[in-house]
């Protein structure tokens, strides 16, 4: 088998006219507190508004709507800690496709519950001792379902930089230009495809991705420039950012495009949560507040600047969500 | 002195073009598990995500930025519940004006707080035993201060009115003719301004107020033909819509263009805002979750339709949300 080739921005335009009118087109917003605050021009992009609350459901419809249901009797599967699985059983159940999904046991509630009232079946696993992509992989072979990886994947990448096609677009439309793009990443698949649109558009612009602290793979792998793994998939608040290591295909996008990794701790990201609440007025999952809670804590200085931000996701359970609130999350 | 003229559709236009670039132009969002929920088109304005978090900046900038500064020494003063004292304090603000604010003692904390971050001085008073309105008006008296009205005022009305304007163009624009509008209601300025607006577009379009249960002076108003008045001042959640009876102004408008008035319950509110918090992740206040209360309660059925609705705004505490999140607000 030959390596899938990378995508290239031509695949990013065709997936908006795969995704339009099922993907929700996100607004681009602002707020004039968080601007004061950060001495500069935020515009954020969020992504909790997308349909089943976080940005998978693009890569995901892009890959799934692609395929011949001919060919996959058992229709897809993938492994994920709850926002992909919930864009692939969306996405296959709008194909008319079966789903079998594999999410880790102490998956947000909210994320189990909403990946099975989109039709799918959920098989759980421990994060810590047991192989997720061995299980779906298996299941794959069983049942005869196509593996949707959850960023490894020309398609996926190319559905995510829908994302960053629009909010190009849309930072045009209101005269401003971005001098760096901030992106919560896990496996890499949003913030390659964000960075192979935004670079399209503008080459000077930064692309930084954004990790949580112990789980900073990417930042190690760019200094190493080979990929590095996580010593452990489990122990921060931010769930939807623990993939072990960067993508095969992402990761070399990234060496590429990339400016650098930033790292946040989950005490950032949860003042980023009480802060999107306050003033933005927005439910923002932790691992979705990364890129927001660099700005807030300093650790990247937007200095006069324009920059813009993804707000990954939104999906928490309502008693973290209080707790967070409370100061006790 | 004689009545002020009522409000036309063109003050809606040029109250438009004085907000533009400071109010923001929020957008309109649909969720596809809002529109299954109720077998129909929704479509959500979300005022929460207006500057101060909520729709009453509109009217308090296209009233105060009018001001010939020469003539107020005092600047400006009104009474609030705490989202056009917020509105106000930030207008007088951006103008350069000073601007002292009467507040209820048991507003939300939130509010007080950020009305004095605004620059406003405020000054608390009793919801039950207390005027606010002559307090305001000794204030104006006393220091040569324009008493901005919280919705009694053509430039009031016109200026809630930009957000009908807008939403009637952004229906359009997504080829959705909305068969209802609907608003929640207090003192009539923003229901009032909207109807303007929608009916300039779509004469055929109904509008309607949302009320909050023991609140409903608007419903009792329309019934009866005159203004009538609420026994209580206190005593609902939803604290942006106490306002004791219509605006005379307003109810000119109200009785000759709205299809009626709508009440919810404050468990009904509760449940708008954890609907909105899980699925459409947003952050909205009792007061402003009362239209999206109406659709999920079955008081108003959407029946295939295409209806519209107002989130006016999302100024609540940590703790009050944290507590209508674990079911005990």
Redesign the interface.
């Known amino acids: 088998m030959t390596a899938p080739a990378l995508p290239v921005f031509d695949d990013i335009t065709e997936a908006a006219t795969r995704i339009n009118g099922l993907a929700?087109r996100t607004?681009l917003?602002?707020s004039?507190i968080l601007n004061e605050r950060v001495s500069g021009r935020v515009l954020i992009k969020?992504e909790?508004?997308q349909?089943m609350?976080a940005f998978k459901f693009r890569g995901a419809y892009n890959m799934i709507s692609r395929l011949d249901k001919e060919h996959w009797p058992g229709g897809v599967t993938t492994c994920s800690s709850g926002n992909h699985a919930q864009g692939v059983a969306e996405a296959a159940r709008l194909c008319g496709l079966p789903a079998a999904i594999v999410m880790p046991a102490d998956a947000p509630a909210?994320k189990l519950e909403r990946t099975r009232r989109a039709g799918a079946e959920v098989i759980t696993y421990d994060r810590d001792t047991e192989d997720r992509e061995a299980i779906a992989a298996r299941i794959a072979e069983e049942r005869g379902a196509l593996f949707v990886p959850p960023y490894n994947s020309p398609d996926i990448i190319a559905g995510q930089g829908t994302l960053g096609l629009e909010l190009m677009l849309d930072a045009a439309e209101r005269g401003a230009e971005p001098g760096a793009v901030l992106v919560p990443c896990g496996g890499g698949g949003l913030v390659s495809g964000v960075a192979l649109a935004v670079k399209h558009f503008r080459d000077a612009a930064e692309v930084w991705a954004v990790e949580p602290e112990n789980f900073d793979d990417l930042a190690r792998s760019l200094k190493s420039g080979r990929r590095e793994t996580n010593s452990s998939q489990s122990g921060s608040i931010c769930d939807a950012l623990l993939a072990p290591t960067p993508g095969e295909l992402t990761f070399q996008i990234i060496r590429r495009l990339l400016s650098g990794a930033l790292t946040v701790s989950d005490d950032d990201a949860r003042e980023a949560i009480?802060f999107a609440?306050?003033?933005?007025?927005?439910?923002?999952e932790p691992g979705g507040a990364v890129a927001l809670a660099a700005l807030l804590s300093g650790r990247f200085a937007v200095n006069g600047g324009t920059v813009a931000i993804v707000l990954s996701g939104?999906n928490i359970d309502?008693?973290d969500?209080?707790?967070i609130?409370?100061g006790k999350g």
């Open positions: 929700v607004p917003l602002e004039h969020p909790n508004l349909r609350g909210l009480r609440f306050e003033e933005l007025k927005l439910v923002v939104g309502r008693a969500f209080a707790g609130l409370s």
